[in-house]
């Protein structure tokens, strides 16, 4: 089967779907599907021939545009949106529509409550232009929920039978050698929707003795609100206790990180079945969760 994969770009920062969908792609049927991404993107290192870059704007105004063509020359069997809001989505689906290829949404959490009013009101009300859109071209499509509370926000906003649930895929061949020390970890982006501030808080209100860290492993996403992390830390008497430390990349190496601490913790304001959280339990690390 050829599936699709429509993803907005392949970075650091969009670290968790590029992973979900890289690991779509190791199934034996999809053996020729790919990820497809915005021409616009920085190169990829490597010759990596399970990406495909896509001059998603031009001939945009013709009938047959360059997304048009592209999917009427690879005809592949469907198509699997991840995400909503970029252009890429949207002009995807456009084409798709128009070819009659099957489609598939995965929202990743985007139609969460908290998601969806994260920035600005002028940002949400486009969020909901855009959705009013959708609700035309998708009438009859299939959408994924990684949770039941998922499934709930979809529903929200697209009122049909079509929503199914299916956990993140996950896979590990790290082997497990316990050597706990007493830290607590974060992993994840630096963004107020991850509610970093309150974790740090709680941290120093816990008053924990001076052999505990918390290790903040961030991903750069809003700089502003990882400076005023930075300043609560200095501000603290445990500075030397919090440590804001490089986001890992290598599957491996983040495992042995992560089976080394002593809980793993997730505060987010909204979230779907977190990687960071499979993550930790595949090498027997606890995680701390909020009710959101």
């Known amino acids: ?48 021939k399970e990406i495909k870059k896509v001059e998603i704007f031009r001939n945009l105004f013709k009938f047959n545009s360059t997304i048009y063509e592209f999917l009427n020359n690879n005809k ?28 598939i949404i995965q929202p990743h959490g985007m139609l969460l409550d908290e998601a969806i009013k994260t920035k600005s009101k002028v940002t949400y009300f486009l969020k909901l232009i855009i959705i009013f859109i959708y ?20 529903f929200k906003y697209f009122k049909t039978k079509n929503i199914y649930v299916i956990p993140n895929p ?48 961030g991903i750069d996403d809003d700089q502003n609100y990882k400076e ?10 445990s500075s030397n206790r919090i440590l804001i430390k490089n986001p890992i990349f290598d599957k491996n190496k983040k495992f042995k990180k992560m089976s080394e601490n002593y809980l793993n913790i997730l505060m987010s304001k909204s979230e779907i079945l977190s990687l960071s959280v499979l993550e930790g339990l595949s090498v027997g690390t606890k995680s701390l969760v909020n009710k959101e």
Do not use: C
């Open 135 to 154: 609700k035309f071209l998708l009438k009859n499509e299939i959408f994924i929920a990684v949770t039941s509370e998922e499934k709930k926000s979809i």
């Open 76 to 103: 592949p069997d469907v198509i699997h949106i991840h995400g909503l809001w970029r252009p890429i989505h949207l002009l995807f689906i456009i084409s798709a529509k128009q070819l009659n290829i099957p489609i």
């Open 1 to 48: 089967m050829r599936i699709f994969h429509i993803v907005e770009e392949v970075s650091k920062k969009n670290n968790s779907i590029v992973s979900i969908t890289k690991t779509l792609l190791r199934y034996k049927i999809n053996k020729e599907s790919k990820i497809i991404i915005p021409h616009s993107e920085v190169k990829i290192k490597g010759n990596n």
């Open 170 to 217: 996950f896979d590990s061949t790290y082997k497990v050698t316990k050597n706990v020390k007493n830290n607590i970890s974060f992993f994840g982006r630096f963004s107020q929707h991850k509610n970093i501030d309150l974790i740090v808080e709680s941290f120093l209100a816990a008053d924990l003795n001076s052999k505990w860290k918390l290790l903040i492993y």
């Open 228 to 237: 005023k992390i930075k300043k609560i830390i200095n501000n603290s008497d």
